[in-house]
């Protein structure tokens, strides 16, 4: 009887170690992730859209998913790009970054996120706005700042003491960032590594 018993226990975590989905493009999608009812999580929810797979926001505005640290239940997505000709991120109707507190994903605190075009109530808050800070890097460098250049911009470093499910923008606060990755101090802007990244609480 005994030796039943450890057989069903060990056989239902076996099945759990191999219900994973079928990799996605390039890129393998790791228990708990579930791009399909029929593996993984259902909690833990992905897309695979014509090869490429991607995190959908709780306003239903998708990212594509560069890569996954199933060791470290990790996953960076990619930041919205800033509208062409414009300093208005790609998912500003949605007021930016919006994570289901229901689900099993928040952001993590390895994120140095930029900030453009904001308002002057900006000033008031800790953030860097300062001519030194990463933004004016980004502003001066890289194509897709051009559209913001000689905006308020800021930047900070999401930490624990900050809503870990939003990055917001809007027309009264700011309207587009990106982000970064692990971020080092005083690091050049050809050397950033551009993402946000997400964590999830593994299952029970």
Same mark, same amino acid.
């Given at each position: 009887m005994v030796m039943v018993f450890l057989f069903l226990i060990l056989g239902t975590h076996v099945s759990?170690?191999?219900?994973?989905?079928?990799?996605?493009?390039?890129?393998?999608?790791?228990?708990?992730?579930?791009?399909?009812?029929?593996?993984?999580?259902?909690?833990?929810?992905?897309?695979? #859209?014509?090869?490429?797979?991607?995190?959908?926001?709780?306003?239903?505005?998708?990212?594509?998913?560069? /890569?996954?640290?199933? /060791?470290?239940?990790?996953?960076?997505?990619?930041?919205?790009?800033?509208?062409?000709?414009?300093?208005?991120?790609?998912?500003?109707?949605?007021?930016?970054?919006?994570?289901?507190?229901?689900?099993?994903?928040?952001?993590?605190?390895?994120? #140095?996120?930029?900030?453009?075009?904001?308002?002057?109530?900006?000033?008031? /808050?800790?953030?860097?706005?300062s001519s030194t800070s990463f933004c004016r890097q980004f502003e001066d460098n890289v194509e897709e700042g051009i559209g913001c250049k000689n905006t308020l911009c800021c930047h900070y470093l999401k930490d624990s003491a900050m809503t870990s499910h939003m990055i917001r923008i809007r027309t009264v606060g700011c309207t587009a960032y990106t982000s970064m990755v692990n971020m080092k101090p005083g690091s050049s802007f050809d050397s950033w590594t551009y993402g946000i990244e997400l964590q999830w609480v593994p299952p029970n």
């Open positions: 759990e170690a191999y219900n994973t989905c079928p990799t996605c493009g390039s890129i393998d999608v790791p228990y708990p992730l579930s791009t399909d009812d029929n593996c993984g999580d259902p909690r833990y929810k992905v897309y695979c #859209t014509n090869g490429i797979l991607e995190f959908f926001s709780a306003a239903g505005f998708s990212y594509k998913i560069l /890569s996954i640290n199933p /060791s470290a239940y990790k996953l960076i997505i990619s930041p919205p790009p800033i509208q062409k000709g414009t300093c208005y991120s790609s998912d500003f109707s949605s007021e930016g970054l919006k994570l289901d507190e229901n689900l099993p994903f928040n952001i993590s605190t390895h994120n #140095t996120v930029m900030l453009f075009n904001c308002s002057d109530h900006i000033l008031l /808050s800790p953030l860097n706005c």
